[in-house]
């Protein structure tokens, strides 16, 4: 990971793609704030390839009720459904080139996840680790069914907007080979309907959380937001943990896994500094303090455009909102042709349509016979 490869693209306008470019679909589970390692795994990437696709973000609310569906965790959905977007604007995706849609407005797909079930075993998806640690994560002692379905889901969405490419984290990986398996299933059984869609892994490791625990995350407290105000950067780097070996500076340190020097790599824009402080680091020649105040400042360097455009979008009332419900809009419409053409394809409609055909011939003969004798009545009578 290097600062150049993660500083925030260009980001003057750009024309968009070409209609019928191919599609990008990617997103999270709407759980609050974006952090600097969601910055670094996934966002990123999202920023670097969003101009070149038509490009889809799904905002995974029925991800989340496979671990979290208490009445006041979906009561926050809104909330931290626009911040994610509010987060994402700021750090530079460009509203003109970003469909921002929310899953469960979207019913069709959860029809969709549940045709395309008969494609994938009971034992292929219990063998998918992911799951089984979001089931231990989320304190169940037995995995629900819902879980057990997340990457059914997951395939359902993808395949809906016939995403060709999905860039996704490490935990993602096996869900998108689930929806590529899928896809060629049901290609070869029933026609050529879906996109097989290209996983675009994420090219840098895990951030760290400012705790050195492996992962920086929310749950773990160990995070430092996109929107943290200067001060608050500041007093979270001050108390990061660095190499615990080191009692004064003037002992040699560790850089390797050390998060401190892991930031600084990923977003210190001056790359001399860093190398001039890992020396002096190793050689037992410069403080904790210094070093972290130069993290502080880089890091500072690194959030200022963002809080900047965050607080444009924010300023713009309603312009999250709005894109929402476009967005969602927009996709309901795709989803539904891609429903409409897989019931088709599975023969799904071939019965209703006969049983229709055979009703509407029978009310026609019977509205016959009755204006038949209707007549004969008039006739009788007559
Ligand atoms: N599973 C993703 C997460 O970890 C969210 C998600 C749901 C997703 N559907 C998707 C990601 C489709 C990419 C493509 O939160």
């Known amino acids: 990971m290097t600062a150049t490869a993660i500083a925030p693209s260009n980001l003057a306008p750009v024309p968009g793609p070409l209609p019928g470019a191919p599609r990008m679909l990617t997103g999270d589970r709407p759980t609050g704030r974006l952090h600097l390692g969601h910055y670094a795994g996934s966002l990123a ?210 850089v390797e896994g050390n998060p401190v020097f892991v930031y600084h790599d990923a977003f210190n824009d001056r790359p001399p500094e860093v190398a001039e402080l890992k020396e002096r680091y190793l050689a037992g020649k410069v403080g904790d303090a210094e070093v972290k105040e130069k993290l502080t400042a880089a890091l500072n360097r690194f959030l200022d455009p963002i809080r900047e455009r965050r607080a444009r979008f924010e300023a713009d009332q309603g312009l999250v909102e709005e894109l929402i419900v476009t967005g969602t809009a927009r996709t309901r419409r795709e989803v539904k042709r891609t429903l409409a053409d897989v019931r088709a394809a599975m023969g799904l409609t071939t019965a209703l349509a006969g049983f229709r055909r055979a009703a509407r011939s029978r009310s026609r003969s019977r509205s016959r016979s009755r204006s038949r004798s209707r007549t004969e009545d008039v006739r009788d009578r007559g």
């Open 45 to 254: 990437n999202r920023i670097r390839l969003h101009r070149r696709y038509e490009s889809f973000f799904i905002i995974a609310d029925l991800h989340m009720l496979t671990t979290k569906n208490s009445p006041a965790e979906i009561a926050e959905t809104g909330k931290h459904a626009t911040d994610m977007v509010l987060d994402s604007l700021a750090a530079g995706l460009d509203p003109a080139h970003s469909v921002f849609y929310l899953q469960s407005a979207v019913p069709e797909v959860a029809e969709l996840s549940l045709l395309l079930s008969s494609l994938v075993t009971v034992p292929r998806l219990q063998r998918i680790p992911s799951l089984k640690e979001m089931g231990q994560h989320a304190g169940q002692r037995e995995m629900p069914l819902a879980l057990l379905g997340y990457p059914v889901l997951q395939a359902a969405d993808i395949l809906a907007v016939h995403a060709a490419v999905v860039p996704v984290g490490k935990d993602n990986a096996a869900h998108v080979e689930v929806a590529r398996e899928m896809a060629r299933r049901f290609n070869r059984r029933y026609g050529e309907v879906f996109t097989v869609p290209d996983l675009v892994p994420a090219d840098v490791p895990v951030l760290p959380g400012t705790d050195g625990r492996a992962k920086m995350s929310k749950s773990l407290g160990n995070a430092i937001y996109l929107s943290d105000p200067p001060e608050v950067v500041s007093a979270k780097v001050r108390r990061m943990y660095t190499d615990p070996a080191r009692t004064t500076a003037g002992v040699p340190g560790t």
